[in-house]
């Protein structure tokens, strides 16, 4: 309401700020006396440009990956097993895990399997998924959709915990099972959500364009139509990332993938639950950096969409614009206010 | 009959075939479990002859096929069959562990569909902005906490430390409605991750939408902020995220077993988990025609309501 | 909210109407008004514009609250600064304007778009802005809804009484895929109304639709944007516009899509909305609808004025060298040609083509021996919709007489049959002739080209391609799609947002053609420049970078590069200024000279169909009616639509 | 008694029953076990669980239980008195009635053990009543019983108290209201939830304090604290060691731990490579650190094992030598059987409690002896079968039973569930010595040389025995503090008051 904003708090009208108004006609077309200066038209290019955006995802993101990835260099050797659930203090300075191991050497060791297999998980559901998606919703043709979607609806009317442990039970353990496991349960709910973003997509006008321009369906399903629900992808990804992490740890009890003693994140959290109220360390130090690379991961995945809808806007964003702007621009299409 | 209910009529018919195949593909898994019924039964006490004798008196050693076709007859005829552990009615297994799963599940839809909405769209305002992350983050961090540290933590600061709340239902049997207070602590921790996927999913596909042409065209009528994001903007974003709330039904209906286990509710997932660990057969069977039945169902309406969300669809050559 | 702005230290009295004129444009009375009648002084009109979007309380975005709060200001500034300078509209001391610009300079990445354009409208008045494809016409427009391409750097001030009702140059985009026509509507009424009766929004709105001279309201109030013609969804928007009860309208080539008919009856509403004190601003490449409507006119060349002043002055004594170019290329309908010479009407060599007999679904296809290049047999389409669908019409529908559309149109069974577009047609195409296809707006032209394109699933009948049946777009072979292309109607609609322009055209070259990247890049931006656009400049833009002219150009440039032997074109001049669209004409008429294209014209412009067109078939309710030499149709029309077709060609000479 | 171990004795709070108080009659306790969810049945015969055994304990009486060293004392039966042979046993019952006010008789006790016998019910305790002839044995009268054997049995009865050998009415096929002559007498039923039971006031060994009590099921571990320490139960059951550490002293609930309730093992199949080399089997259990797998996979809430089942129960061989870790002479032992560089494959699963962590500990423990153990996570629904017969070393664990029954169970050429295939004719024929000795202290000789057989080269790595953990509210009085799950003290409610 306009009453209820005081008048700073719109600088563009204040009359300081009007060009010179023109005289005679315009007609003549002068340019205006003072030109409006380039203002920076390079200075602050896109909507949240640079590095600043994605200072928070780097910052959670950091602690998580250089763990994963140089912890266990920093492991050294296994010291005494002590205790089970000792509180930190004697040399364990974050206590000890549910076999009397130190939860600090398990923490620096516990990162890369977490990180890989979810990631290959998540990455194989994706590329058996979005395929299927993607052709189900550009086919057109219910039988084919039928096809495609029906038989993973099966799969998915089979709870995943059930799918877990009758397929666990015929696996011969290791990463690669796990990986599979994790996918399949995955699959169909990618598949789904896939189709669900891209139904109206594929309707498009520019899909027609396309087809007709003889492009191939891999090239409109994955140059257009993937690419136009990208955010919806990582949305998805990104949590489904985090759910995949958590199920490697429950299939690591059903005795698929890596062992239930395995230093492992998410495995670590799970097991180390008991001790939750005497020896918190155990499952808070993982869990916080589970959290902190899912969050990290999710943020990184909005702000990098974020500037790339920035560049895609293209535009110059002129510092001094806003200020010259006839009417404060929020609505739409100026992104230019937008930091 | 119109294209819609042509569409729903043949996905019905279709749901049929599929709840076969999910009745057939379990009972083919379950098979394949190790062990049997009489195995899991017999325990620490594997003593051979006498795991031959259950085994014989519950009809184990009986071809599969058989069984299975047994199992079928007596389903057309409307009976699920008995349980081979207790000799029990399936049906009645059923009965008790849905009144507490429907319950926890539709509190927890109730909640979950206006608050990942408002989430969603709250975050999507403003892309990037503080109040943007500040939901993802929670929202995430939320999700990355898995639900038994979640569920533990509420436990001990509003039940054991705050003393407001029970700490669990155990004593409340299938009756959780008397005591409405037990059921507060379940749901929120159900809630906890349903709500990140849904909100991020709408989220995203609001930033798209309010960046368009329609929305934009929507302000220029002006139209209250409201009314241009949950009518105008919000319909475009939501396939997705009905997509996989439909999903959730999956992690209503077993994904809670731990929610369950925590807090003493015999629901469906507990069921199940009991189910497999006895290779009780017709139990996971009748089980099994539940969940088929129930995802063959929320997915038609998935598909209907995703249907209605791209209308363009239809015109495809 | 009716609390006077502080801090601006400008009576906001300044800014409304007079008292005591009928003013049409106060926005939001804070209940029902009984409709139609004088409104009558408003006290505190100076608010008007404001009311509205305060009256919703509390929940008032921070958009629209900060816009308005602008405008009102501004406006107040504007009227003492611009007051003795011989800026455009009424006089000084005459009424003040409703919106106003002044200096206004739009600038993208280094580009200049509009430069220093100043221009101002009155209550009650129409200011045409004209000028050629690319000009800044659209820009313009939409600075005076505070509206910037993204990233631009902007100068110069805007004032504007209110929000503007805007009629957008591409409607398919603006209006919701999701919601259907109704839900759109009403949201827009609900709004300038305020809370009232449901019964009352309903009048409204199908009063709006009815003044849009949208057909059977009813019906299309259930559908979903995609589920009408081109011209019906340009209409829809009109009707959002007219249901604002705005002080100013901006309409962006309003009537691009409609038919000479249609065109007429908008035009007519247009002249009755300025009568009710609303200024219009009119952006438009037709100079007949300016004549007819504008008190004053602004001419743009490459985002500045080159010449502005009443319309009278201007058209009738051009000074600048662009108006009286822009003037002499304004497409007329030439005069008949020599209508017993069979040579120039139809450039088959096998002599003069039996006319078929003129008669309700008369087929137009040429009784004849060889294989024309393509030909649709006894072709029908329906749409398949879940609602508001109507059902065929019981029979043949005499023209006009329902001054509705065509195509789709009849009675309603329940509101749920498939609609039947397109009864059996019959229609050949020899290589290199042009059949141009008239008809209403929602006849059925656009499915019919659908349907030859391979887009929409004909009901029955079928396509051929040299005698050979044509499957569905997903099933041609590269051959087949090249042979057969398509440029739509809505060219922003076709376009992929994400890549640039070249990018996108040279793919034809590639996939149709076999072309490496870098060769069919190159090819592409020779095909850019045949249609008179700059291939560096524009084409490495991405799509809504361009202008609404330049894209239908792009589109076209698509289309030729797979160098098609049928080439169909949806309204592709639409968007053009009379200049420009005589370079395509030519360069269409030499495409079918020198390389036997033929050419599936569809046109609302029946002086473009008389350029391009051998023979013409006439639409009506998805039927063709008529059929015949192009010269022939054009000067003795036999089926009565078509003569009243014909006959709305010419609008009124100016607005009263 | 062999006294606490290291672990235990750390935190052991001792207000307990002091605490609550001296008996009080009144009130319903509630206590929490982990279930069998809907399958559960009220059965006597089928007990299985825990839960199950505690309901049965309720509402039914066995002729006789097992004390704290797990000999047997009599229950309903008032005496046994063998023949010379001891092939013949008079079991005189007690004056005792069914909660419908009917006396128990002879009758009663020999429909019981028909039914439990009957080869088609299957049921749990057949195997330990298998040595009864039925259909020689009689009634001798309306309170005496004869029962006579298939051989001779010494240790009769151990049968008589065996799990799941409860006496049902005579006729009782039914038990969805059951009828017994326990101390509680029955009231509602929902299987996987609730049980609750009512004080039979006529009970023979004096009424129970408790108006009622009511089983909860929770098979959540940290529901049944949760439970406890909320205040919905009074009484929870089987909590793990972790969980006892964190509210051990905290004064809200009274942590009872019973000692040497499970035996923890590692069991060498002796019949096939590696372990068929004796020397191998010592080799192992030089390598296993006792203490440091207490300490982590039990969390410090046992005590070490010496390679023998019972610790502190009759016939407990405690005169022979605790073994201590050697890992020189282990190497040397492998080296001398050729085994340097072996390769082992260890069986686990989740199915117990610290299996998991023991088979990870020993991995590593065996790693520092040269031998890699690759550890192998099985199926916990069916892994008491599938190491029955298969793999070659594998964890496992007993509860308490005598040692007698863990003999015959598990150690002779025709037990039936002899996971570490140690089939030898003299041990049998020693065994068989055993149940024909009537008198005790030449049966315990015998007992001890078996002992001194398993303790030199047996399959049996007993490298612990686990503290069974239960809590309760403070004023809960009368728990027995020392009985071992499965003995008569332990879930025994009818001693047991609410301050
Ligand atoms: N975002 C942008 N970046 C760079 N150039 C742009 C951008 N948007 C528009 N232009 C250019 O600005 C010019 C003016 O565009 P505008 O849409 O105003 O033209 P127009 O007069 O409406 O033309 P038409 O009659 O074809 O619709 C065009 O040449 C166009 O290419
Ligand atoms: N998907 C659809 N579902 C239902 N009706 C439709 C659909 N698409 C078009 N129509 C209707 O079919 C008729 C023919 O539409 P078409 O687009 O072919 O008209 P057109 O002749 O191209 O009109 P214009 O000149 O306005 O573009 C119209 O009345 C339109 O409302
Ligand atoms: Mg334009
Ligand atoms: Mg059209
Ligand atoms: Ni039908």
């Known amino acids: 309401m306009s009453a209820a904003r005081p008048p700073g708090a719109r600088p563009e009208a204040s009359p300081g700020a009007q060009p010179e108004a023109l005289p005679g006609t315009s007609a003549d077309a002068p340019p205006p006396a003072a030109a409006p200066p380039r203002s920076g038209a390079s200075a602050a290019r896109v909507p949240g440009a640079g590095w600043r955006p994605f200072l928070p995802a780097v910052a959670l993101l950091a602690v998580p990956l250089l763990l994963a990835l140089f912890g266990p260099l920093f492991a050294g050797p296994p010291g005494p097993r002590g205790v089970a659930f000792q509180p930190p203090g004697d040399g364990h300075w974050l206590g000890t895990d549910f076999t009397g191991r130190d939860v600090w050497r398990e923490v620096l060791l516990g990162g890369r399997t977490v990180v890989l297999v979810a990631a290959c998980a998540v990455g194989v559901a994706y590329a058996a998924a979005l395929p299927v998606g993607l052709a189900a919703a550009l086919t057109g043709r219910r039988r084919v959709e039928d096809a495609l979607l029906r038989p993973l609806d099966v799969l998915m009317a089979i709870p995943s915990l059930l799918v877990l442990l009758l397929v666990s039970a015929r696996l011969t353990p290791g990463p690669a099972a796990l990986v599979f496991l994790v996918a399949l349960v995955n699959v169909p709910d990618v598949a789904r959500v896939v189709r669900g973003a891209a139904a109206e997509i594929a309707a498009r006008p520019v899909v027609e364009a396309m087809r007709l321009q003889g492009e191939s369906r891999w090239r409109i399903a994955v140059g257009y139509v993937a690419r136009s629900m990208l955010r919806t992808v990582a949305a998805d990804a990104g949590t489904r990332l985090t759910g995949a992490l958590y199920l490697v740890a429950t299939a690591s009890f059903l005795g698929v993938g890596v062992a239930p003693d395995a230093s492992d994140w998410a495995v670590m959290v799970d097991r180390n639950r008991t001790g939750m109220l005497i020896q918190p360390w155990g499952v808070v130090v993982p869990a916080l950096l589970v959290t902190a690379l899912t969050v990290g991961v999710n943020l990184f995945f909005d702000a990098a969409l974020h500037r790339r809808a920035g560049r895609a806007a293209a535009g110059t964003r002129a510092t001094g614009s806003a200020a010259r702007r006839g009417r404060p621009d929020r609505k739409g299409r100026g992104e230019a206010g937008t930091p | ?317 | 909210m009716t609390t006077p702005r502080g801090g601006t230290g400008v009576g906001p009295e300044r800014v409304g109407p007079e008292p005591g004129r009928s003013e049409r444009g106060e926005a939001e009375p804070a209940g029902p008004e009984p409709g139609g009648a004088d409104r009558g002084p408003v006290p505190g009109a100076s608010d008007a514009g404001r009311t509205g979007p305060s009256s919703k309380g509390t929940e008032a975005t921070e958009a629209t609250e900060a816009a308005e709060a602008t405008e009102a200001t501004e406006a107040t500034e504007d009227t003492a600064a611009t007051e003795d300078t011989a800026a455009l509209g009424p006089a000084p001391g005459d009424d003040p304007p409703v919106a106003e610009l002044d200096g206004l300079r739009v600038e993208v990445d280094g580009k200049v778009l509009v430069d220093g354009v100043s221009l101002r409208v009155a209550a009650g008045r129409a200011l045409a802005i004209v000028g050629p494809s690319g000009s800044g016409k659209s820009t313009t427009g939409l600075a005076l809804l505070g509206e910037y391409p993204a990233g631009a750097a902007v100068g110069g001030r805007v004032s504007v009484q209110g929000l503007p009702g805007y009629v957008p140059q591409h409607p398919g985009a603006v209006l919701n895929p999701v919601r259907r026509i109704g839900g759109t509507l009403r949201d827009t009424a609900r709004r300038h109304l305020g809370p009232g009766s449901r019964a009352e929004l309903r009048r409204r709105v199908l009063d709006a639709m009815e003044r849009a001279s949208l057909p059977e309201p009813e019906a299309l109030l259930r559908r979903f944007p995609h589920q009408l013609s081109g011209g019906q969804q340009q209409r829809v928007v009109l009707a959002q516009a007219l249901l604002a009860r705005p002080r100013l309208i901006v309409a962006d080539e309003p009537t691009t899509g409609q038919d000479a008919l249609t065109r007429q009856a908008v035009v007519a509403e247009f002249a009755a909305v300025l009568r009710q004190g609303i200024a219009l601003v009119l952006l438009s490449h037709d100079l007949a609808v300016v004549r007819a409507l504008a008190d004053e006119v602004v001419v743009l060349r490459e985002g500045r004025v080159v010449e502005a002043g009443p319309t009278e002055r201007v058209f009738g004594r051009p000074q600048h060298e662009w108006t009286r170019r822009l003037l002499a290329a304004e497409p007329r309908l030439e005069p008949p040609k020599e209508l017993d010479d069979p040579g120039t009407t139809a450039p088959r060599v096998p002599g003069p083509r039996p006319e078929a007999p003129v008669a309700d679904g008369a087929p137009a296809v040429p009784g004849r021996g060889d294989v024309p290049k393509l030909a649709a047999a006894g072709l029908s389409a329906v749409h398949r919709s879940t609602r508001g669908a109507t059902a065929p019409p019981a029979g043949g529908d005499p023209a006009g007489d329902r001054g509705g559309d065509g195509g789709g149109t009849g009675r309603r069974f329940g509101g749920r049959r498939p609609t039947t577009a397109l009864h059996p047609v019959d229609l050949a195409l020899d290589p290199g002739e042009c059949l141009a296809l008239v008809g209403r707006s929602g006849s059925g032209k656009t499915t019919l080209a659908r349907c030859l394109a391979g887009l929409h699933r004909p009901h029955s009948g079928a396509v051929l391609l040299d005698g050979r049946a044509l499957p569905p777009v997903r099933r041609r072979t590269p051959e087949q799609l090249a042979a057969v292309q398509y440029v739509f109607q809505d060219a922003r609609a076709s376009f992929d947002e994400y890549r640039t322009v070249l990018a996108q055209i040279s793919r034809t070259a590639v996939r149709l053609r076999g072309r490496g990247a870098g060769e069919a890049a190159a090819e592409a931006a020779e095909a850019l420049r045949g249609v008179g656009l700059d291939p560096v400049e524009i084409g490495e833009r991405l799509p809504r970078g361009l202008s609404g002219g330049e894209l239908q150009r792009a589109a076209l440039a698509r289309a030729l590069l797979a160098r098609p032997s049928v080439l169909i074109c949806d309204e592709i001049t639409s968007g053009l200024d009379g200049v420009t669209q005589d370079g395509i004409l030519a360069l269409l008429t030499r495409l079918r000279e020198r390389t036997g294209t033929a050419l599936l014209v569809i046109s609302h412009d029946l002086a473009v169909v008389g350029r391009l067109a051998d023979r013409i078939a006439v639409l009506e309710a998805g039927r063709i009616v008529e059929t015949g030499p192009a010269d022939r149709v054009l000067h003795e029309p036999r089926h009565p639509f078509t003569r009243a077709l014909l006959a709305a060609g010419d609008l009124p000479g100016a607005a009263d | 008694a062999a006294g606490c171990s290291a672990g235990s004795t750390s935190g052991t709070p001792e207000p307990g029953t002091d605490a609550a108080g001296s008996p009080r009659r009144g009130g319903r306790l509630r206590a929490t076990f982990a279930g069998g969810g809907a399958s559960e049945t009220l059965d006597p015969h089928r007990t299985n669980l825990f839960v199950e055994a505690a309901r049965a304990k309720a509402l039914f009486d066995k002729l006789a239980d097992f004390g704290s060293d797990m000999s047997p004392q009599p229950r309903l039966a008032e005496s046994w008195e063998p023949s010379t042979d001891a092939t013949r046993w008079t079991v005189r019952l007690r004056e005792a009635v069914f909660t419908d006010g009917t006396p128990l008789t002879a009758a009663d006790v020999l429909h019981s053990y028909r039914r439990i016998t009957d080869p088609e019910g299957a049921f749990r305790a057949r195997a330990s009543l298998e040595s009864i002839d039925l259909d020689a044995s009689r009634a001798v009268d309306d309170r005496t019983v004869e029962f006579v054997l298939k051989h001779p049995y010494a240790e009769f009865p151990n049968a008589l108290a065996a799990f799941g050998a409860y006496i049902v009415k005579d006729g009782a096929e039914d038990f969805t209201e059951p009828v017994g002559t326990g101390p509680f007498r029955f009231v509602s039923f929902t299987p996987g939830s609730s049980m609750v039971a009512a004080r039979h006031d006529a009970y023979w060994d004096g009424a129970p304090y408790l108006d009622e009590i009511e089983f909860l099921v929770a098979n959540e571990e940290t529901a049944r604290i949760n439970a406890l320490l909320g205040g919905q139960v009074e009484y929870a059951h089987e909590l793990t060691p972790t969980t006892a550490r964190t509210h051990e002293g905290g004064g809200q609930v009274t942590v009872v731990r019973l000692p040497r309730s499970a035996m923890q093992a590692f069991v060498m199949k002796t019949d096939r490579a590696p372990f068929d080399d004796p020397r191998v089997r010592e080799a192992f259990f030089l390598i296993a650190d006792r203490q440091q797998l207490v300490d982590s996979a039990l969390a410090g809430a046992g005590e070490i094992g010496n390679d023998l089942f019972g610790k502190g129960y009759q016939y407990y061989a405690d005169s022979i030598p605790q073994r201590t870790r050697d890992l020189d002479r282990a190497r040397a032992l492998l080296r001398e059987a050729g085994a340097e560089n072996l390769t082992v494959r260890l069986d686990t699963s989740e199915v117990a409690a610290g299996f998991v962590e023991a088979a990870t500990v020993f991995a590593e423990q065996a790693a520092e002896a040269g031998v890699t153990v690759e550890v192998v996570m099985g199926n916990k629904d069916t892994y008491w079968s599938d190491i029955l017969d298969s793999g070659q070393l594998c964890c496992y664990r007993s509860g308490s039973m005598p040692i007698e029954s863990h003999i015959s169970q598990r150690l002779l050429t025709d037990s039936t569930t002899n996971a570490s295939k140690w089939q030898r004719e003299d041990f049998d024929a020693l065994y068989e010595q055993a149940q024909a000795t009537l008198d005790e202290a030449a049966r315990t000789d015998l007992y001890a040389r078996m002992q001194r057989t398993l303790h030199a080269e047996g399959g049996f790595l007993v490298w612990g025995f686990a503290d069974w953990i239960i809590a309760t509210a403070n004023n809960v009085g009368g728990v027995d503090r020392e009985a071992p799950a499965n003995s008569l003290g332990w879930a025994r409610f009818d001693k047991v008051w609410l301050a």
Request: charged share 15%.
């Open chain 2, 1 to 317: 009959m119109t294209g819609l209910a042509h569409f729903a009529v043949r996905r019905l018919a279709l749901g049929l075939l599929q709840t076969a195949a999910v009745v057939v593909l379990v009972f083919v898994l379950t098979e394949a479990l190790p062990g049997d019924a009489a195995v899991a039964l017999a325990g620490d006490q594997p003593d051979p002859a006498r795991v031959e004798a259950i085994r014989q008196a519950m009809r184990l050693d009986e071809p599969a096929a058989q069984r299975f076709a047994d199992w079928v007859l007596g389903l057309l005829r409307g009976d699920l069959g008995t349980s081979l552990v207790s000799g029990r009615p399936v049906s009645s297994y059923l009965a008790g562990g849905l009144g507490p799963t429907l319950l926890l599940a539709g509190i927890t839809l109730a909640l979950l569909v206006p608050l990942s909405l408002v989430l969603g769209v709250a975050a999507a305002g403003r892309e990037g902005g503080p109040l943007d992350r500040a939901i993802s983050t929670v929202t995430v961090g939320l999700y990355a906490v898995p639900e038994f540290a979640l569920g533990i933590l509420l436990i001990t600061v509003v039940a054991l430390r705050g003393g407001l709340l029970p700490p669990t239902a155990v004593g409340a049997g299938g009756d959780l409605l008397a005591q409405p207070a037990v059921l507060v602590l379940p749901v929120a921790v159900l809630l906890a991750r349903p709500v990140c996927s849904l909100s991020r999913l709408v989220r995203a596909g609001m930033v798209e939408a309010l960046a368009s042409d329609y929305v934009r065209h929507a302000r220029r009528q002006g139209l209250g902020e409201a009314r241009v994001r949950y009518a105008h903007a919000l319909p475009n974003a939501l396939a997705p995220a009905v997509q996989q709330l439909a999903r959730t039904t999956d992690w209503l209906l077993c994904g809670v077993i731990v929610v369950e286990a925590l807090f003493v509710i015999p629901g469906l997932g507990t069921l199940l988990v009991e189910a497999v660990a006895a290779r009780d057969v017709p139990v996971v069977q009748g089980l099994a025609v539940v969940f088929g039945l129930v995802t063959v169902v929320v997915n038609l309406a998935a598909d209907l309501v995703v249907h209605r969300l791209a209308p363009r669809g239809e015109v495809v050559a």
